[in-house]
């Protein structure tokens, strides 16, 4: 501790002082089975429960990264699959890496690409080597394999990166579950050696992560079956996937609490995609530390507040005179400030502010939210906590 | 002096401890032709030349308000054809006006809605009594007159106020030319009557202005005409329109000095719609105090940075691999902390940060470049300061 790390972060202010060269997690308090904890990067620390806004293109849409960084977030995630396109991984690296890029100086988490290869490319075929498939920009022919993904990753210079996986779309049947889930355990072998050669190559450094993802649908036994072998390999940090993807809130938490229990206490764990408020608020209480989800921004695109008295629709023909502020509660001074009504005129008018206001106003609910979560685990009252806030944020489109 | 105004800006932070009550407006040098003055509104005092971002339907677009008023704005204007249309004068007023529901606490000038009725209702008819018209957003029918565009400006609170007029686009036959004017002239006598007694039954306070607005196409005769009974009405503050429609930049400039020397020298003159930089140096060059446009946030939008070098047009390959700043010499942060090769990219994704940034770089611009012109008017070095910055602004796509 103390060292600096070298080169990679040399052109990038370091968050802490004494700063980590290794990645490292540690559990600081428990509240029945959730965690409030810490994960330690050379480019910070990230607290856990942590709720990662999603930058998908280099850019948390309709926000600076200043308003992210201020609502509280200590890291953002990137997609793979849509920077490998645009602006491409081999620029993004000439031009000094993601960080730079982006002018995000804290961890960066990336995707593999497997889950949006699946969902947006238009044509594609996957092989035991990896997945073929077209831009949905350009229609223009590339690959994706467990190797090309860590490529990519480490180019762009994420400091915690994915396993290269195939997510299926649920429901499906329990042999295309299984197959996908041994596929992905074969993908997880091949990424860990890609990643351990680019460490050893100099194209990554041992601060970085790479984390295996366990898929299995919602069959408790291939969940147990993939996380096992995953534990085998020993990952730095286990993710979740294969969930929000169509099976429901009641079997997703089921199938969750099923998977957390094969994951080692001592290891960071993620679940990817997730999700509404109750969603987080379930998943931390079964021991869930890290999420991500387009939800806050793209909603808020669409004209819906996340407030501390439930969802606005600030479409809806009742806003329109309403000069209430969004959210007196909000620690978002855009939420204390700007009026429903003002807010439901400019999202009518389809104007650029009131979706800029919104993403504000929701990334910033998300992140008081896990702030309100590692308080509660930190003071052992979580359970009591989550009840009295799930009653107060499901509401819809509240007076 | 030092009396508040009463109910009106009760509820306004007031910018300057020593108010004014009334409108008025002082030179306090000039360099050349070319004018430094203060316009002294209840609201603030408006540094001239100004230059005054468009808030079209009550937001500068892809701007926060504080940025607007960061980059050195005193003033902004309202459309009162969007405005009318939605969400509606009579919802504004009762929400508290314009300023409230815009959170812009400085002056607010609004057009009288004549020039967009022209160009973006598809359905009108023009008698002596007004417009009717068709809503572009819905189809529904409106009449705008004289008495309703001032009844509407009343309703939304604007502190400085355009007589109802006919803008008609060029070129144009003479005889069309001069019936528009007339019209207009006629319409400026009803403007004022109904101004005068909105003030009078408490609609509108003495610290609000109404101004005259000069037609007359690129005929020196009927703009000369124009200038005159305008003059003889006695307005506060006279504007310059119908230029900036199809004439081009030096047919635009020629009139607009043979405008300008019939408008009395104790009175601002407002240049309505204008423009590039070069219109914006030309023009204060002749005596005009200010100025509105969309170009900074439209082009913007549409990739173009305004620098100190140049403009830019982002999108261009080359700028794909620069880690250059936008703007080195800029104000503006944003100009200096991102690269071209970053909002090349995110101009290119569509993505909104591209949209924002650049707008914002482009509203600090032309802030700017008033503050410069103030401070060289004020040196008494116009001309020179002219010169040199009209080579370095009008480049093309600079290395």
Known sequence: MGETPGESLSSIERPFEEAETHFG???????GLA????????????????????????????????????????ILLGNTYH????????????LGGLHKFMRWDGPILTDSGGFQVMSLSKIRKITEEGVQF??????????????????????????????????????????????????????????KRAFDAQVAAGGATPGQALFGIVQGGVDPELRRRSAEALVAMDFPGYSIGGLAVG?????????????????????????????????????????????DCVMPTRNGRHGYAFTWNGVLNIKNAKH?????????QSRCPAARDNSRAYVHHLIRS?????????????????????????AAIAEDRFASWAEETKARVVRKDPA
Request: with cysteine; charged share 25%; hydrophobic share 40%.
């Open 247 to 291: 099976e429901g809130h009641e079997a997703m938490i089921a199938t969750l609490g099923q998977t957390v229990e094969h994951l080692p206490a001592h290891k960071p764990r993620y679940l990817m995609g997730v999700g509404t408020p109750l969603d987080l608020i379930e998943s931390v209480r079964l021991g869930v530390d890290m999420f």
């Open 134 to 191: 077209q831009s949905h920009l350009d229609g223009s022919r590339h690959m994706l394999s467990p190797e090309r993904s860590i490529e990519i990753q480490c180019l762009l210079g994420s400091d915690i990166q994915m396993q290269f996986d195939e997510c299926i779309e649920l429901p499906a049947e329990r042999k295309d579950v299984e197959r996908a889930m041994e596929l992905s355990l074969r993908w997880a072998e091949r990424s």
């Open 320 to 328: 329109a005179d309403d000069m209430q502020p969004i959210d007196a």
């Open 83 to 94: 920077l490998m396109l645009r602006p491409t991984a081999e620029r993004v690296a000439r």
């Open 25 to 31: 997690f540690q559990v600081l308090a428990t509240s």
């Open 350 to 374: 389809g104007e650029f502010l009131g979706a800029m206001i919104l993403s504000w106003i929701n990334t910033a609910f998300y992140q008081q939210l896990m702030d309100e979560m590692r």
């Open 35 to 74: 965690r409030r904890g810490e994960i330690v990067t050379p480019r910070g620390v990230i607290r856990t429960p942590a709720f990662m806004p999603v930058g998908t293109v280099a850019t948390v849409k309709a926000l600076y990264p200043e308003q992210v960084k201020e609502a509280g977030a200590d």
